[in-house]
């Protein structure tokens, strides 16, 4: 069983770093399936993609995020990272870590069927 556990998050104000991590159980991010990445969710909104990193390597942001935000991985821990620098309270959110066990050179939303329980941001003005 693919167990995904995520820490780093917390409070912060508006134009500070947080540095997530995503460590896993039975699961190589480098790899395994199309990718790993992470989504995040508001409050009464949908999840939604911040970043993820394809098997290949290579990466993709959402706009918002763009140049803020650096998704990467280090191998030799399995680790999964997320970080965030610039922080607005817009940011302000649950941020899961995903990853995939289907083939393919990118994943779709519904391709990511290991998520984790998740890690509270929390950017204040």
């Known amino acids: 069983q693919v167990r995904l556990v995520e820490s780093g998050g917390g409070s912060v104000q508006a134009g500070g770093s947080l540095k997530l991590s995503c460590s896993a159980s039975?699961?190589?991010?480098?790899?395994?399936?199309?990718?790993a990445g992470w989504y995040r969710q508001l409050p009464g909104k949908e999840r939604a993609l911040v970043a993820d990193?394809?098997?290949?390597?290579?990466?993709n942001y959402a706009d918002s995020v763009k140049g803020r935000f650096t998704i990467s991985q280090d191998k030799a821990k399995n680790t999964l990272y997320l970080q965030m620098n610039s922080l607005k309270t817009e940011d302000t959110a649950k941020y899961y870590c995903?990853?995939?066990?289907?083939?393919?050179?990118?994943?779709?939303?519904?391709?990511?069927?290991?998520w984790g329980q998740g890690t509270q941001v929390t950017v204040s003005s």
């Open positions: 990193l394809s098997r290949a390597g290579s990466t």
């Open positions: 995903v990853a995939s066990t289907y083939g393919g050179t990118w994943c779709t939303e519904s391709e990511y069927n290991y």
């Open positions: 039975n699961y190589i991010f480098s790899e395994g399936g199309c990718g």
